[in-house]
């Protein structure tokens, strides 16, 4: 894979297509910066807590009446 199309190196002042081939037109840095905005308000209001999950989940297999066996 190419460094530069990796997320963590890419820098978003040019867009790329489908198959991560550069594109001539410019990003506007105020649509990335609200689109990061927006995904970071989203996980704070909608993730989860993986233990909450995890309490959630192991509750309804117990209400399901199934057995998870540990791993060793």
Not at 40 to 52: H, L, V
Request: net charge negative; glycine share 2%.
């Amino acid at each position: 894979m190419d460094p530069e199309t990796r997320i963590e190196n890419r820098d978003f002042s040019r867009q790329m297509d489908r198959d991560f081939n550069f594109l001539d037109d410019r990003t506007d840095s105020g649509v990335v910066d609200r689109a990061l905005q927006d995904i970071d308000t989203f996980r704070e209001k909608y993730s989860i807590n993986q233990f909450i999950l995890d309490e959630d989940l192991e509750a309804r297999l117990q209400k399901l009446n199934v057995q998870v066996l540990a791993e060793p």
